[in-house]
Nanobody, 115 residues
Framework: QVQLVESGGGLVQAGGSLRLSCVASLSIWSINNMGWYRQAPGKQRELVAAFASGGLTNYADSVKGRFSISRDNAKRTVYLQMSSLKPEDTGVYYC?????????WGQGTQVTVSS
């Protein structure tokens, strides 16, 4: 059973920074498809940032230049560094991992950005 545990969310003022962490219950050395999604109240879950094959990264247009995804395979951890946060970044942030065609999700961590 794959488990993902997120942490690092919280309340921050606009312009501030947060770093989210996602620890996986399995080795991620060979897993390319991992990333972060978010869901704002009343909206659908959307991609924020993700790794893709070939070492590439994808970012939502709304976060380019402000957010950065990284990973530490030895710690089985994926990070999301968020800077210059805006109130519209508020939502629940979920870690995602795709393995053998199946998607796994963490429980989510709340990020609230006050204006």
């Amino acid at each position: 059973q794959v488990q993902l545990v997120e942490s690092g969310g919280g309340l921050v003022q606009a312009g501030g920074s947060l770093r989210l962490s996602c620890v996986a219950s399995l080795s991620i050395w060979s897993i390319n498809n991992m990333g972060w999604y978010r869901q704002a109240p009343g909206k659908q879950r959307e991609l924020v940032a993700a790794f893709a094959s070939g070492g590439l990264t994808n970012y939502a247009d709304s976060v380019k230049g402000r957010f950065s995804i990284s990973r530490d395979n030895a710690k089985r951890t994926v990070y999301l560094q968020m800077s210059s946060l805006k109130p519209e970044d508020t939502g629940v942030y979920y870690c995602n991992l795709e393995l053998y065609g199946r998607n796994y999700w963490g429980q989510g961590t709340q990020v609230t950005v006050s204006s």
